[in-house]
């Protein structure tokens, strides 16, 4: 083989092992991608419901309801605007409580209740996931134009 096939073999073969490893990678981020949703848009059908994401609002106050295995709680989440029943197994943390800020990841079944696998709440007084500000403030802004 002469040098400049062999250059062009090794450029080649570069060419396919840096493709293949982009394309690698790019798979791996797109299935570990999680989005943000808040309960209006998962009542308008815009969350899917073959994929893992995140919700996010405030714990509608005396939804919370705990079953007697001592891990699994049922509640609901909403914007103030929608509300959306969660069940989640596992220990919530110390500062889940209703009527504060909470984001829990996990799937959206068919019949419109999400099965949390994973739920964070607010660290202080004054906090509530940026996210889930945003979601409450725009869905109290499309009630007060309603109301109008």
Request: no cysteine; glycine share 8%; hydrophobic share 45%.
């Amino acid at each position: 083989m002469q040098a400049r096939h062999r250059k062009l073999a090794l450029i080649a073969f570069a060419v396919v092992a840096v493709g293949i490893a982009t394309t690698l990678v790019l798979n791996a981020f797109r299935s570990n991608l999680v989005f943000f949703f808040t309960p209006t848009q998962v009542a308008n059908g815009e969350a899917p419901t073959a994929r893992t994401f995140r919700i996010g609002g405030l714990v509608e106050a005396g939804s919370v309801k705990r079953q007697a295995d001592g891990l699994t709680a049922n509640f609901v989440v909403t914007d103030t605007a929608r509300a959306i029943p969660v069940t989640y197994t596992g220990i919530l943390p110390d500062l889940f409580k209703e009527g504060k800020g909470v984001v829990a990841e996990g799937r959206l079944g068919d019949d419109g209740h999400f099965t949390a696998t994973q739920v964070l709440a607010k660290h202080d007084e004054n906090y509530m996931p940026p996210e889930a500000a945003d979601a409450v403030a725009q869905a109290q802004k499309a009630q007060s134009t309603v109301a109008e």
